[in-house]
Nanobody, 124 residues
Framework: QVQLVESGGRLVQTGGSLRLSCAASGRSFNTYAMGWFRQAPGKEREFVATISWSGSTTYYSDSVKGRFTISRDNAKNTVYLQMNSLKPEDTAVYYC?????????????????WGQGTQVTVSS
């Protein structure tokens, strides 16, 4: 079992930056690949970024590529999402997720554990 708690979401202006954190508790964090997803009001939850267990492999959605960076610190059982050049369309609840296979994945159904989410609001 893995418990995930996101933090770092807040109101920020267009062009600003935020770093989200996802703290994991439970066993063997470094055996899990991790992902970030987001859900905007009235829309389905969508993939944002994913990282392998070692951090050596990452993958991003086209909408955030070049602006967002996913990383992890296995010693701290934490995964991060650095978000730069934020746009109003980035406004959403951001969720982190964990999957027991160590490889990256982009589909929600491939993840086993989910956090409760943190709200990011980008004002224009």
């Amino acid at each position: 079992q893995v418990q995930l708690v996101e933090s770092g979401g807040r109101l920020v202006q267009t062009g600003g930056s935020l770093r989200l954190s996802c703290a994991a508790s439970g066993r063997s964090f470094n055996t899990y690949a991790m992902g970030w997803f987001r859900q905007a009001p009235g829309k389905e939850r969508e993939f944002v970024a994913t990282i392998s267990w070692s951090g050596s492999t990452t993958y991003y959605s086209d909408s955030v590529k070049g602006r967002f960076t996913i990383s992890r610190d296995n010693a701290k059982n934490t995964v991060y999402l650095q978000m730069n050049s934020l746009k109003p369309e980035d406004t959403a609840v951001y969720y982190c997720a964990a999957r027991n296979p160590r490889t990256i994945a982009t589909m929600q159904s491939q993840y086993d554990y989910w956090g409760q989410g943190t709200q990011v609001t980008v004002s224009s």
